[in-house]
């Protein structure tokens, strides 16, 4: 690199400007000077960017014509909210169409709605295990089968060999909220009962009589998404009939091609199976989305990008 | 618009092309290298009088400094040259046309160069104007008509209906909807999706609510079709009732996140490894955790990427007493003892939890609500947070400074010139009871515009009425947003 095309090097600014420093008026001047420099400098840019705007006709681009404001004011009322309306009057209800099931839906009540047409929630497991419970015409021989896997003593018990074969769902426990974010190790509000499962029936557990039994009154299509039984009535509008046919097909005749082939696979890996309940079951494809981990998100970030 | 310079410009970008102009711009305008800085130090005074100003400018055909003092026209009549580039912005002078003239080729070259000296300088940004396009002129020229957010104005602002005890997600809506940079971005329509028109992207649902709010219409939105989006994606949230606000939001950004991948080419996905989806951007954080050793004193360190950050609320009166407690040093006891790899044994140790990176967004979460399994509690302690929040003191750089013991010198630690002062914008809050309660949101819609959102109906609010409230979910935005250079 050739050395600076000027009469002094930067070494020698350094030392010159420590010189010169030294004397307290010179140090003011020169204090005064870069602040008006300073201050020029930015006035300047404003009178450029001003000045461009005004040349090249993008302050009067940007600018265009104001909207007619008086429509959008906000109303200064105790008795108002900033649009006008009345806060004693209740909002007119309106309808929606369902998204899941396409129905028209009252807007105030379409959270209960979409709760139980997804066929989800906390609750619509209790409310199913009450349902099943209630309409149940043999009461203490179910009480046995709304209760959790996890503590099901008769688990590893010989009686329920034959049922095992025939099983095709699963009742897993697998219902805990994707804890994603850390910073809060725990967040403990408003959700406490939302990790235990509160009793789903499952038809593995039932004998063939109680199933036949429980399928005479509910609709009993496995959910998709909660792996529960439809508790609704026989002719519930959620399911079809060729669905209600499957599933009874497969959960009341053993000799059905499906469920033996699963039976014979259930035995191949051996029984009785391992501890650990889940990875016992015949595993369907349904359940291996469940198992999805959840999306990790990448350590670090910092500001945007610049947006142009 | 009309930037195309002058006939003498055209003239001479016709003979001698930019390269005259990019020259003095790298190297006496915006210095792009350390070499120029040099160039620019030593050189920049006026040929004829010897001094640094007024006003300096270069000819451009024979790079002659000059002030415009009369040196430049005194140059301009001697050598007949007319185009003169001002050295502080680099905006070039016609002594012909008498005046600053503006070409598109020229500013677009400047722009260029201020980037890129920013990134020399390992400086953010600096504040550019927008500079529309072709076709962005030609949108402003056909249409008119300007929108204008003011404080008075209803616009921007929307009541959301309650859906049957769905107060919990119209206060997350309304947080998001008012957080300054996320209704830049879809605003901006930043958001190109290729599920697009499917309904399937919670992503787009939101880029829809934002039209729905600066519509200007007045009647209650309906948010059936998000909430049903959120539900599909977020299972676990399940069913409605007992909603909470903070774990909806949690999953709100979750879904978002996920969906924000939908118009984005695997190969941009990610750069350096870490996601840069709006959402990422805006709200996410690195949360560092020191453990050290008592007997050795070494330190194991991880980073941990955060969303919000949730506070325990009994004891400190205020939100930075209890960011305080948040970032101290923790002894962790002789019962849980952690294996040191240095020692390779059990030890004792501290751990202390900081602030490694910041997010855009600081979210805060007030841990109100104790479940144990005697008791379920609310804990309405009073806590105290502030309009404007300074996170300096709860940073992972400051917090070791202090440590050592430098902050109270002048020995500046590393990134004390950052800017880390944040804005509240929303709040939640929760009233009543755990099995009875309700959901507002108090939020800003500009600088000292506050309003309440309590469902469908939305009343301006003092911020005084703010900061009195009692605060569940608390949202702070940074105040000085710095930006990174992307050079071409």
Avoid at chain 1, 188 to 201: I, K, L, R, T, Y
Avoid at chain 2, 318 to 334: D, I, K, V
């Amino acid at each position: 690199m050739n050395p600076i095309a000027s009469e002094l090097s930067m070494n020698d600014l350094n030392n010159k400007f420590f010189e010169i420093m030294q004397d307290e008026g010179v140090a003011e001047e020169a204090t005064n000077f870069i602040y008006e420099s300073v201050f020029d400098d930015v006035t300047v840019g404003f009178l450029f960017e001003f000045h461009h705007g005004l040349k090249t006709g993008l302050t009067e681009l940007i600018e265009g014509e104001k909207e007619e404001e008086d429509v959008y004011k906000i109303v200064n009322s105790p008795e108002c909210d900033v649009f006008g309306f009345s806060i004693l009057k209740k909002t007119p209800d309106s309808n929606c169409s369902c998204p899941n099931c396409e129905r028209p839906v009252s807007a105030t009540r379409f959270a209960p709605h979409l709760e139980k047409c997804m066929g989800m929630g906390r609750n619509s497991s209790r409310i199913a295990s009450r349902r099943i419970a209630s309409n149940s015409r043999e009461p203490t021989s179910y009480a046995g089968l709304l209760s959790d896997d996890e503590d099901d003593a008769d688990w590893a018990g010989g009686s329920l060999q034959n049922e095992r074969r025939k099983r095709r769902i699963k009742n897993n426990n697998n219902r805990k909220p994707n804890k994603l974010h850390n910073g809060n190790s725990r967040n403990n509000n408003g959700n406490s009962n939302s990790d235990a499962n509160d009793g789903g029936a499952t038809y593995e557990t039932m004998t063939a009589n109680e199933k036949k039994n429980l399928l005479l009154q509910i609709c009993g299509v496995v959910s998709e998404h909660t792996k529960k039984l439809c508790t609704r009535s026989t002719r519930c509008p959620q399911h079809t009939e060729d669905q209600r046919r499957a599933l009874r097909n497969s959960v009341l005749e053993p000799s059905t091609p499906e469920s033996a082939s699963m039976g014979a696979a259930a035995d191949e890996a051996g029984s009785p199976p391992d501890s650990s309940p889940s990875s016992s079951c015949s595993s369907s494809s349904r359940k291996r989305d469940r198992h999805k981990a959840p999306p990790k998100i990448n350590k670090r970030n910092k500001e945007p990008a610049n947006r142009d | 618009m009309n930037d195309n310079g002058c006939i003498h410009l055209n003239n001479f970008k016709a003979a001698k092309g930019t390269n005259p102009y990019k020259i003095v711009h790298a190297f006496f305008v915006s210095c792009t290298s350390f070499e120029a800085r040099r160039y620019k130090a030593t050189s920049c005074l006026c040929f004829a009088c010897g001094q640094p100003g007024p006003r300096m400018h270069s000819c451009l055909h024979c790079i002659y400094f000059a002030c415009y003092a009369g040196h430049i026209q005194e140059h301009s009549k001697a050598k007949k040259h007319f185009l003169y580039v001002d050295l502080s912005y680099g905006n070039v002078f016609c002594t012909q046309c008498k005046d600053y003239i503006y070409d598109r080729e020229l500013t677009e070259i400047a722009m260029n160069h201020r980037l890129k000296e920013a990134k020399s300088l390992g400086i953010s940004v600096p504040f550019m104007p927008w500079l529309p396009n072709t076709n962005e002129a030609l949108a402003l020229r056909r249409l008119r008509k300007r929108r204008l957010i003011g404080p008075h104005t209803t616009i921007g602002l929307r009541g959301l209906q309650n859906l049957g005890s769905t107060c919990f997600m119209n206060c997350i809506v309304q947080t998001l909807i008012h957080t300054p940079l996320l209704r830049d971005y879809f605003l901006g329509e930043k958001h190109k999706c290729k599920a697009q028109g499917t309904g399937k992207c919670l992503v787009c649902e939101v880029s829809k609510l934002f039209q729905e709010f600066y519509s200007g219409a007045k009647t209650p939105l309906t948010l059936h079709r998000l909430l049903h989006l959120i539900w599909t994606h977020a299972r676990h949230l399940a069913g409605y009732e007992q909603q909470d606000a903070h774990e909806f939001f949690i999953a709100t950004l979750d879904v978002l996140h996920r969906h924000c991948m939908n118009g984005v080419e695997d190969t941009e996905k990610k750069e350096n490894g870490r996601c840069n989806c709006i959402i990422d951007q805006i709200f996410t954080g690195g949360l560092q955790s020191d453990v050290v050793c008592t007997s050795c004193s070494g330190v194991s360190t991880t980073i941990d990427p955060f969303w919000d950050i949730s506070l325990d609320v009994a004891g400190p009166g205020s939100l930075q007493a209890c960011l305080e407690r948040f970032t101290r040093a923790e002894h962790l006891g002789s019962a849980a003892k952690i294996k040191c790899s240095n020692c390779r044994a059990y030890r004792e140790s501290t751990k202390q939890l900081t602030l490694e990176t910041l997010p855009i967004v600081a979210s805060f979460h007030l841990k109100r609500f104790e479940h144990s399994s005697q008791i379920d509690r609310k804990i309405s302690a009073f806590v105290s947070f502030p309009a404007e929040l300074d996170m300096t003191p709860f940073m992972s750089t400051h917090r070791r400074a202090v440590d050592v013991g430098v902050a109270d010198n002048n020995n500046a630690p590393e990134g004390i010139f950052e800017d880390n002062r944040y804005s509240l914008f929303a709040v939640v809050n929760h009233l009543g009871s755990l099995d009875a309660g309700h959901y507002t949101a108090y939020v800003r819609q500009m600088k000292g515009s506050w309003f309440k959102c309590d469902d469908h109906m939305i009343t301006r609010a003092s911020l005084r009425e703010v900061l009195d409230s009692e605060g569940y979910l608390l949202f702070y935005h940074k105040t000085v947003l710095e930006y990174e250079c992307e050079v071409s």
